[in-house]
């Protein structure tokens, strides 16, 4: 499924319309609950919220960990000006590259948010592919210890000294469960992972089992959108090739001089590639099919997540 980036039901194909008439259903038999548009990337998720924003008068809230960050803006996919006239979002270019942004964060202001519109008399969508934020959202967060700056730190150095991956194998070892779920790239969760085990001699995948994550905060709807492998590939490329067109590689590379190069976003699909190509490990005629590859990873990851929520799928 893809709805049109023109918004204009008229223009929509059948199965578009059909998407956004059953979400606006569901929302006027249930308008006190919490609606979420979540599904993997590049599937359509803002495409649809700001298509079923502008019906029903709502507001979405951003659950995406690389939009939230200002600066990072071509390789995120943040909502065009078509899309924020649609519908305001928010918690996009909300904090600082180099700002410490993680689940708690996230979820604070998340429900804030949520709380200011509904207090206007608009609906909050929650829309984004970082679940493990929705879903925090949405049953809490598990209670873990705090942070270890200095644990932080010899993690920091040890990805800079031999790689990011260095720190996934060993994640790997100790918490396989947590280390499949999160990309090598991905330093903060994975120092997050690292960093609790050391605390507590246990991994923090048996933290969440401990939580269960079975008690839900708020009645709400998960809507997710299913796209058939061959066209989500299909929609991968032509989003790549685009960024790349647009001055994808220009925008990393102005970062990179402005001193986020160890910004937690420049390890998200897409950015570490291009940031690597920019440092000479990965040619150039690569790194598209590279960020296409990587990103198929990705979304194959996000479905396996999907699987441990409640999920009312379109097609």
Same mark, same amino acid.
């Given at each position: 499924?893809?709805?049109?980036?023109? %918004?204009?039901?008229?223009?929509m @194909?059948s199965?578009?319309?059909?998407?956004?008439?059953?979400v606006?259903?569901?929302?006027?038999?249930?308008?006190?609950?919490?609606?979420?548009?979540?599904?993997?990337?590049?599937s359509?998720?803002?495409?649809?919220?700001?298509? &079923?924003?502008?019906?029903i008068?709502?507001? =979405? &809230?951003?659950?995406?960990?690389?939009? =939230?960050? #200002?600066?990072?803006? =071509?390789?995120?996919?943040?909502?065009?000006?078509?899309?924020?006239?649609?519908?305001?979002?928010?918690? &996009?270019?909300?904090?600082?590259p180099?700002?410490?942004?993680d689940?708690?964060y996230?979820? /604070?202001?998340?429900?804030?948010?949520?709380?200011?519109?509904?207090?206007?008399? $608009?609906?909050?969508?929650?829309?984004?592919?970082?679940?493990?934020?929705? #879903?925090?959202?949405?049953?809490?967060?598990?209670?873990?210890?705090?942070?270890?700056? @200095?644990?932080?730190?010899?993690?920091?150095?040890?990805?800079? $000294?031999?790689?990011?991956?260095?720190?996934?194998?060993?994640?790997?070892?100790?918490?396989?469960?947590?280390?499949? $779920?999160?990309?090598?790239?991905?330093?903060?969760?994975?120092?997050? +992972?690292?960093?609790?085990?050391?605390?507590?001699?246990?991994? %923090?995948?048996?933290?969440?089992r401990?939580?269960? !994550?079975?008690?839900?905060?708020?009645? !709400?709807?998960? !809507? /997710?959108?299913?796209?058939?492998?061959?066209?989500?590939?299909?929609?991968?490329q032509?989003?790549?090739?685009?960024?790349?067109?647009?001055?994808?590689?220009?925008?990393?590379? /102005? %970062?990179?001089a402005?001193?986020?190069?160890?910004?937690?976003?420049?390890?998200?699909?897409g950015?570490?590639?291009?940031? /690597?190509?920019?440092?000479?490990?990965?040619?150039?005629?690569?790194?598209?099919?590279? =960020?296409?590859?990587?990103?198929?990873? !990705?979304?194959?990851?996000?479905?396996?997540?999907?699987?441990?929520?409640?999920? +009312?799928?379109?097609?």
């Amino acid at each position: 499924m893809a709805v049109r980036s023109s %918004l204009g039901l008229d223009t929509m @194909s059948s199965s578009d319309a059909s998407a956004v008439d059953r979400v606006i259903d569901w929302h006027r038999c249930h308008p006190d609950d919490l609606l979420a548009i979540v599904g993997p990337t590049a599937s359509g998720k803002t495409d649809l919220a700001t298509a &079923v924003g502008r019906q029903i008068g709502a507001e =979405i &809230v951003s659950a995406d960990s690389v939009q =939230i960050y #200002k600066a990072f803006d =071509i390789g995120s996919g943040k909502p065009t000006l078509q899309q924020l006239e649609a519908a305001p979002h928010h918690l &996009v270019s909300h904090a600082d590259p180099l700002d410490s942004v993680d689940a708690a964060y996230w979820v /604070a202001h998340a429900a804030r948010t949520i709380d200011e519109v509904r207090r206007r008399g $608009r609906v909050p969508i929650v829309c984004g592919g970082t679940f493990l934020w929705v #879903k925090a959202l949405l049953y809490g967060l598990a209670h873990v210890p705090g942070a270890d700056p @200095s644990l932080r730190l010899q993690h920091l150095a040890l990805a800079e $000294r031999e790689g990011r991956p260095v720190l996934h194998a060993r994640l790997r070892e100790v918490d396989p469960q947590t280390a499949e $779920r999160l990309h090598p790239n991905d330093l903060t969760r994975v120092s997050r +992972a690292l960093e609790v085990y050391a605390l507590t001699g246990r991994p %923090l995948s048996a933290w969440h089992r401990e939580h269960g !994550f079975a008690i839900p905060r708020c009645r !709400f709807r998960l !809507f /997710a959108i299913r796209t058939e492998t061959a066209t989500l590939t299909a929609r991968i490329q032509v989003r790549v090739r685009a960024w790349l067109d647009g001055g994808w590689v220009d925008e990393v590379d /102005a %970062l990179v001089a402005q001193g986020y190069d160890n910004a937690r976003a420049m390890g998200s699909v897409g950015y570490a590639q291009v940031r /690597a190509m920019l440092a000479g490990t990965l040619p150039r005629p690569e790194l598209e099919e590279t =960020i296409v590859r990587a990103t198929r990873v !990705f979304a194959r990851r996000q479905r396996t997540w999907l699987r441990d929520l409640d999920v +009312a799928w379109l097609s």
